[in-house]
């Protein structure tokens, strides 16, 4: 089955990957992550999505379209050079908020229980302030992130690291996770 030849693409997402190859940014996620993230938005109804590490807004765009009109996104990255492309094709979405700020550090000022969905796809939240951004996933909310098969843009010291944090995922007892091979590799995680 081609999976790709099917999915259908936010609208916004040509502009953004034209502005994503001028900019050479080359970690944007790929059409199966988006499609899984979008079907994800759409079981939330009037959801609070958290996504770490805007980018060029790729995800942020297969978010987006998969979210009703009552529903937020917060997207948040370190580096405005990227993340202000995403403002200029999706910033005036009222739905959107484009946080420019370390995600560690955003993480820490956040209660728990606050979102139906976290996308960690940035160190932070990830290999780094995990316990964070699990502390912010509602109960029945998601904890995602992809890039966990391996790739071949991985330095040498990369593949222990993913072992390690997939230990980690797999001693939570607060989680049920499914680990897919879909995509770069995806882990979904739904806080009990
Ligand atoms: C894998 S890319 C994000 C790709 C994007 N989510 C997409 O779907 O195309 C990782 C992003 O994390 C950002 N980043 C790196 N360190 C960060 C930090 N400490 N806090 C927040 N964002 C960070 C980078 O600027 C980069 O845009």
């Known amino acids: ?80 050079r990227v993340q202000e492309s995403a403002g200029q094709v999706m910033g005036s979405d009222a739905r959107l908020k484009l946080v420019t700020e370390d995600g560690a550090a955003f993480l820490k000022h956040h209660v728990p229980d606050s979102f139906d969905l976290v996308f960690a796809d940035a160190m932070p939240g990830k290999y780094e302030a995990l316990q964070d951004a699990l502390r912010v996933v509602k109960i029945g909310g998601f904890y995602i992130i992809d890039d966990m098969l391996p790739q071949p843009n991985w330095p040498a010291d990369h593949q222990p690291k993913v072992a390690a944090l997939l230990q980690t995922l797999d001693a939570l007892d607060d989680f049920e996770i499914a680990k897919l091979s879909w995509s770069t590799g995806i882990v979904l995680a739904v806080k009990c």
Do not use: H, N
Not at 31 to 40: E, F, H, P, V, Y
């Open 1 to 80: 089955v081609d999976e790709l030849a099917t999915i259908r693409r936010p609208a916004a997402l040509a502009d953004i990957l034209e502005r994503t190859a001028a900019l050479e940014f080359t970690m944007a996620s790929e059409d199966r992550t988006g499609a899984l993230l979008r079907s994800l938005a759409a079981s939330k109804p009037g959801g609070r999505f958290l996504e770490l590490g805007t980018g060029t807004g790729v995800a942020t765009s297969w978010l987006l379209d998969g979210m009703d009109s009552a529903s937020e996104l917060i997207s948040v990255d370190s580096d405005p």
